[in-house]
């Protein structure tokens, strides 16, 4: 039987703000990054999604941004490799001081937005970033995007590395997400994104936005809570695991079933 780990982008209210179904997300993934008070989230709000994770037996990931509130991380920043390096452990620092607190582990991190995504491209950020991960706990988990520079970077490093695919977002031929901008970036036909997601786990293939197939390596699934249709969609797409017969497992168990190859 196949299996995946389904992870989501969760935690991100700030204050009176609120962003997402957390309460209702959480149940149905298996892993959950928790914004970490830069781009988005605050204390109380961290505190309270570490416990609707243990409450659903959800692990729990740090999900480190560019310090941007108000962009929500989503603007690229100018950072030397040492602030960046800092930022991540900073951040990791500040939610695993709610995981201890709570009694529960620290297993991932996964990098937000425009982090993210200058990462997936730039080798000396990337790097980094693995770094910064490393330094907190050498056993942590880096949740990078398929095929990326933070891939190459964690195996570099030699710090665990699990890759992700999406589910509502094409692609380039290089393995890199469609700019937000660009037409045809979000794949809102939800039939098209599950279908395209079953591909991935099965196939190790998903179509690029120039029509040619691609290999990928999904080891976890990401899936945005913030969405209009976000749970419809979630719920979704674990009835196509359950007929597919693909199980959703922690990313611990994903990595485990690896090295046993």
Known sequence: ???????????????????????????LVSSANIACGFHAGDPLVMEKTV???????????????????SGFGRRNLAMSA????????YQIGALEAFCKAAG?????V??????????AKDISLARAIAEGIKAVNPGLIFLALAGSCMVAAAKEIGLPVAEEVFADRAYEED??????TKPGAMISDEDEAVSRVVGMIKTGTVKAITG??????ADSICVH????????????????????????????EIMACRKAK
């Open 175 to 180: 393995c890199s997400l469609v700019s937000r």
């Open 225 to 252: 809570g913030d969405g209009e249709k976000a749970l419809l969609f979630v719920e979704k797409l674990n009835r196509a695991f359950k007929a597919e017969g693909i199980a959703k497992a922690s990313l611990q």
């Open 1 to 27: 039987m196949a299996k995946v780990d389904l992870n989501c982008d969760l935690g991100e209210s700030f204050g009176a703000w609120k962003m997402g179904m957390d309460d209702k997300i959480i149940p």
């Open 104 to 108: 529960v582990p620290l297993i991932h």
């Open 110 to 119: 996964k990098a937000h937005g425009a982090l993210y995504n200058m990462a």
């Open 82 to 89: 040492a602030e960046a390096r800092a930022c991540v452990q």
């Open 51 to 69: 416990a609707l994770a243990k409450q659903h037996g959800v692990a729990v990931g740090a999900h480190p941004g560019f310090p941007d509130l």
């Open 212 to 217: 040619k197939e691609i290999s990928v390596q």
